[in-house]
């Protein structure tokens, strides 16, 4: 009897195990052929000014629709691209789509503040992209091709490339910043955190992770590491975006501690990018 639950419970196991490689198999396949037929498009969530109220930025991330299985999420696909050597040619489709709404945005006038400031694009980058290739300099080029100015695009990138301390890493940072595009450290507080990289770093936002807001207002220790994180960004010059913004109570909790930028389904989830604009059309300003 024993022998025979055994020979069930390794039964159990071992098509699961292969059925997770064989989705991973199968989607690697099926993302091969995606860009090409279409299934990949661009979405944009708003992030607000928490000071103002106004839409100043917008994330870019990216969306893929399978013909059979519906939407499939980046944070699946995403690691799957890195693996199968797909990443550079999704990343610099994202950032030329991406680089193209920033222009359109642009020269219709739509900007972030009274003042008129251009509405920023920001756009995620994979660390794989900057072990391999040159995509920050065909990035670079590209915004002077298109005619757009370096200010309307920010960087995501998050703590994990950092901690490789690669020097090619940095250097390829600064180049984007000395370019006059923006970055951003994304996911705040889930990797190693240190803040030695804070100081040597060329950052200019720091962006506070999703799973810190989400309990800032039932967890006082969470509200008291977002409280810090903020009073320590500002400090250090950086500016501050929550993400994962759901409930006014935590809109007005991050306000209160003085956090610049909030985005997040209390304001707006990502959207396609015609009603991105109409959504900025009736913005309240
Ligand atoms: P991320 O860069 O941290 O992006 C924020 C994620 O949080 C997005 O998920 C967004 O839809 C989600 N989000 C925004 N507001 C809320 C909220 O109020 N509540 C909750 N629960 N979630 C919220 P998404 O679009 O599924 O993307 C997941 C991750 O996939 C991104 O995390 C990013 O790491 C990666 N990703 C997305 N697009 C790209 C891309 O174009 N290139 C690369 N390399 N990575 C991407
Ligand atoms: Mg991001
Ligand atoms: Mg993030
Ligand atoms: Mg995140």
């Keep these: 009897h024993a022998k025979a639950l055994g020979k069930n419970r390794f039964c159990y196991f071992v098509p699961s195990i292969q059925a997770i490689f064989a989705e991973r198999l199968q989607l690697g ?89 251009p509405l920023q694009i920001s756009i995620n980058k994979s660390p794989r992209q900057f072990f391999t290739g040159h995509a920050h300099e065909t990035w670079i080029d590209h915004l002077q091709e298109i005619g757009l100015p370096a200010e309307c695009i920010a960087i995501e990138i998050t703590e994990g490339l950092l901690l490789d301390e690669r020097p090619d890493v940095t250097s390829k940072l600064q180049q984007f910043r000395r370019a006059g595009v923006q970055v951003s450290l994304d996911d705040f507080g889930t990797g190693y955190s240190a803040m030695a990289y804070l100081k040597r770093l060329d950052i200019d936002y720091l962006k506070i992770d999703q799973s810190f807001v989400r309990d800032m207002t039932s967890t006082p220790s969470d509200r008291a590491i977002t409280e810090a994180i903020i009073a320590m960004s500002h400090k250090l010059g950086l500016r501050v975006v929550a993400e994962g913004v759901e409930t006014r109570e935590q809109r007005d909790l991050l306000s209160a501690a003085g956090c610049d930028f909030g985005q997040g389904y209390w304001f707006s989830r990502a959207l396609p990018e015609d009603e991105f604009f109409k959504l900025l059309q009736r913005w309240p300003d």
Excluded at 49 to 78: C, M, N, Y
Aim: charge should be positive; hydrophobic fraction near 45%; glycine fraction near 12%.
């Design 29 to 117: 396949h099926d993302l091969r052929s995606a860009m090409a037929q279409g299934q990949l498009d661009v979405y944009y969530q708003p992030i607000v000014d928490l000071a103002t109220g106004h839409i100043v930025k917008a994330e870019a991330l990216v969306r893929w629709h399978h013909p059979r299985r519906g939407w499939i999420s980046p944070a699946q696909f995403i690691p799957i691209a890195e693996d199968i050597g797909l990443i550079n040619g999704i990343g610099d489709w994202v950032f030329r789509r991406a680089a193209g709404m920033a222009k359109r945005l642009w020269e219709s006038g739509c900007s972030g503040t009274p003042a008129g400031a």
